[in-house]
């Protein structure tokens, strides 16, 4: 089994900067792209970046130049630094993993519970 915990939400003012973790926990599996999603109030879930396991990453057009995705491969872990936080990055932010199994290599994919970034005066 694998379970992803997310850190690092809060509240925080328009141009703040908050550091989003989640850590991977388990056993025989290795991860291959790690990723974060959020999803505002009446909103669906949304696409906001992506790492490989080889450190390619994308980034939201709404998120490129203010959020940074990266990942500790070592830890089972992946960040995202947000800086120059907006009102509408208010929202729920979920991590999201695709994982590998061993020795099978059948792959599945989880989610985080989510942690509440809140961007108010």
């Known amino acids: 089994q694998v379970q992803l915990v997310e850190s690092g939400g809060g509240t925080v003012q328009p141009g703040g900067s908050l550091r989003l973790s989640c850590a991977a926990s388990?056993?025989?599996?290795?991860?291959?792209?790690m990723g974060w999603y959020r999803q505002a109030p009446g909103n669906p879930r949304e696409f906001v970046a992506r790492?490989?396991?080889?450190?390619?990453?994308n980034h939201a057009d709404s998120v490129k130049g203010r959020f940074t995705i990266s990942r500790d491969n070592a830890k089972n872990t992946v960040f995202l630094q947000m800086n120059s936080l907006k009102p509408e990055d208010t929202a729920v932010y979920y991590c999201?993993?695709?994982?590998?199994?061993?020795?099978?290599?059948?792959?599945?994919?989880?989610w985080g519970q989510g942690t509440l970034v809140t961007v108010s005066e």
């Open positions: 790492i490989s396991s080889g450190g390619s990453t």
């Open positions: 999201h993993a695709i994982v590998v199994f061993t020795p099978t290599s059948a792959q599945r994919q989880y």
């Open positions: 388990g056993s025989g599996f290795s991860i291959n792209a």
